[in-house]
Structure formats: structure tokens, C-alpha cells
């Protein structure tokens, strides 16, 4: 079982910044892909950015030269930087790891999501 603990959500106005944090707790895990999606109200829940073990990054359009993805391959550890914050980007928001348990297939583990309000 992979366990993921999520931090970093909260409140901004509209242009300001928050960072999210995700540590992964695993055992006899590789994890190929540590990415962060989102939900709003009412929406299906979307890609927000991933991150290869290699450093690939993947960014919508929406969040491309405002959100920024890292990762700590040792620790097990990603972080999203997201600035210039918009009213739009009010979603849960939901780390997730792509990995498998060799030799079984590659699965998904969410995190228990965190909400980020941008509201003036």
C-alpha cells in the first residue's frame, strides 16, 4: 500500500501563490509518475502537472508559466509551485503516484486532496 499526506492548501487572493507539498510512504514501490490533478465545483477532475522520474514535465495550457513541478526521487516527494493564482484555479487538489510493485502492473494512488480557494 502506498500512502500519500498531502499539505499546503488554503486561501489566496486573486495573483498571489500558494505551494503544495506530497510525501509518499512506500514499500517495494517504484514510482514512475508523481503528478497533482484538481477538481472544481462541478467539474470532472483534470490533470494539473506530472513529473517523470527522469524530470519530464507536463503542464495544461491553463497552468503552463504559472504552476511549476518538482520532485525529490530520494525522498519520495513532489511539490507544486502555483503563482499569479486565479479565481479559476479554486479546485481540491489531488496528488497522485503511477508506480508499480514489481513484477505486478503499473497502478494509481490519490492522496486525500487539499483544497485551494483563490477568492478576493
Known amino acids: 500500500q502506498v500512502q500519500l499526506v498531502e499539505s499546503g492548501g488554503g486561501s489566496v487572493q486573486p495573483g498571489g501563490a500558494l505551494r503544495l507539498s506530497c510525501a509518499a510512504s512506500?514499500?517495494?514501490?517504484?514510482?514512475?509518475?508523481m503528478g497533482w490533478y484538481r477538481q472544481g465545483p462541478g467539474k470532472e477532475r483534470e490533470l494539473v502537472a506530472a513529473?517523470?522520474?527522469?524530470?519530464?514535465?507536463n503542464y495544461p495550457d491553463s497552468v503552463k508559466g504559472r504552476f511549476t513541478i518538482s520532485r525529490d526521487n530520494v525522498k519520495d516527494t513532489v511539490h507544486l509551485q502555483m503563482n499569479s493564482l486565479k479565481a479559476e484555479d479554486t479546485a481540491v487538489y489531488y496528488c497522485?503516484?503511477?508506480?508499480?510493485?514489481?513484477?505486478?502492473?503499473?497502478?494509481?494512488?490519490w492522496g486525500q486532496g487539499t483544497q485551494v480557494t483563490v477568492s478576493s
Open positions: 512506500t514499500r517495494d514501490f517504484s514510482i514512475n509518475v
Open positions: 497522485n503516484v503511477k508506480g508499480r510493485r514489481w513484477p505486478g502492473p503499473i497502478v494509481n494512488y
Open positions: 513529473i517523470t522520474t527522469g524530470g519530464t514535465t
